[in-house]
């Protein structure tokens, strides 16, 4: 019978992985990679598994938001799982009217736009992340040796789509709140950053080995709003975890400007985006922090030795850094070849053993 997720050999295989060496900063086995994304719409046993089913109602199914989570896992060798959930589920097990619509993302029933509309959100109960706390303690058991990855939205993207509704482009809502009612954004941003604390700390204590807070939409704010606005409410949600001692990513997009204060943030990598070189990232961030990126997504779709070549030139610029983790720099696109995924983590490894 396999081992316990809780049994000690297992929890040293975690340990000694690639992916939680290299957080800690240590030398590894090979470089580790994961994508994000790598659970959806490219892979044909995701699309069959979903049949039916609304997202939503696919991240409160443990059994589903499992066997979800390992797909990726098992056809592409990826050196980590990340939890199947959405950063939406915690705004959803609070009570708030959201749902995800395909194609679009979060949609909000009502926004929440004035200081009354703020004071209104409702608290997220401890035992509302229940279904959260067994869909994971499943996924470990399922991913054996392979550490699981939890996250968490980060204040300012769930604020984003909180105020503005629904998606945006350029989130000038919760940027001018945060200019007109300082107060009610901040108000706004400290539950956020409670109820994504809260979905990262029960990922952990149910067996998650690290987390990644996504701040996908940071990359709209100046730093000086990132300094004065946002970065204490994102330190206040990886706070949550930090007696866990697991390794916390941080990651945003457009965030070239931002990666520094991202790290003072209290993280132990920073994810980069596809937009500045890996070498400059690892200048802004410094020889303490590990780095997490960078290939373009847009080059999944080109062909192989161009994706082979770039993937090539992101290793090399991430031997200045204290570790390197590959990712992409965003999510994976849902047209994307799986086959070409699963190619490119072989390449990573036997390239970096
Ligand atoms: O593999 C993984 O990365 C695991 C799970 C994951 C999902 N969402 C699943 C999902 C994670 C980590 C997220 C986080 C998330 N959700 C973010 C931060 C990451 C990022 O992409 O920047 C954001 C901004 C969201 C909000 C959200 N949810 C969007 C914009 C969408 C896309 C809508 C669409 O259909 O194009 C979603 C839906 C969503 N979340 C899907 C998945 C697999 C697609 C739903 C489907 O397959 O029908």
């Not at 409410?233 to 866990?244: E, F, P």
């Not at 983790?325 to 999510?331: D, Y």
Request: hydrophobic share 45%; proline share 7%.
């Amino acid at each position: 019978a396999a081992l316990s997720s809780d049994h000690p050999l297992k929890r040293d295989e975690i340990a000694n992985s690639a992916l939680i060496r290299a957080l800690r900063g240590l030398d590894a086995p090979h470089t580790p990679v994961w994508f994000m994304r790598q659970a959806g719409r490219s892979l044909p046993e995701y699309r069959e598994a979903r049949v039916g089913t609304g997202m939503l109602e696919a991240c409160l199914t443990p059994e589903l938001a499992a066997e979800i989570t390992v797909q990726p896992v098992r056809r592409h060798k990826v050196d980590a799982g990340i939890f199947f959930s959405d950063i939406v589920v915690p705004m959803k097990l609070a009570g708030v009217g959201v749902d995800i619509v395909a194609g679009r993302g979060p949609v909000l029933d009502e926004p929440v736009r004035t200081a009354a509309d703020v004071a209104a959100l409702p608290e997220l109960p401890d035992a509302a992340l229940d279904p959260i706390r067994e869909a994971v303690s499943r996924t470990v058991e399922l991913l054996g040796g392979t550490p699981l990855i939890g996250f968490a939205g980060a204040p300012f993207t769930i604020a984003a789509y909180a105020v503005e509704g629904g998606p945006s482009r350029d989130h000038l809502r919760p940027r001018t709140m945060m200019h007109a009612d300082p107060q009610a954004w901040d108000a706004l941003a400290q539950w956020a950053a409670r109820t994504s604390g809260a979905f990262l700390r029960a990922q952990v204590e149910a067996g998650a080995s690290a987390v990644q807070l996504f701040d996908s939409w940071a990359g709209s704010l100046s730093l000086a709003d990132y300094l004065e606005h946002v970065q204490r409410h994102s330190a206040d949600a990886l706070a949550a975890v930090a007696d866990l001692g697991v390794p916390r990513i941080h990651f945003g997009t457009g965030t070239g400007e931002l990666l520094a204060a991202m790290r003072d943030a209290g993280a132990d990598a920073v994810g980069v985006d596809y937009r500045i070189p890996l070498d400059t990232a690892v200048e802004r961030v410094g020889k303490r922090t590990v780095v997490q990126g960078n290939i373009d997504p847009a080059l999944l779709a080109a062909p192989w030795p161009v994706l082979r070549d770039h993937a090539r030139d992101v290793l090399r610029r991430g031997q200045s850094a204290l570790a390197h983790v590959v990712n992409l720099g965003h999510g994976v696109p849902p047209e994307t070849d799986p086959e070409v995924l699963t190619k490119l983590v072989a390449f990573i490894h036997e390239e970096t053993q």
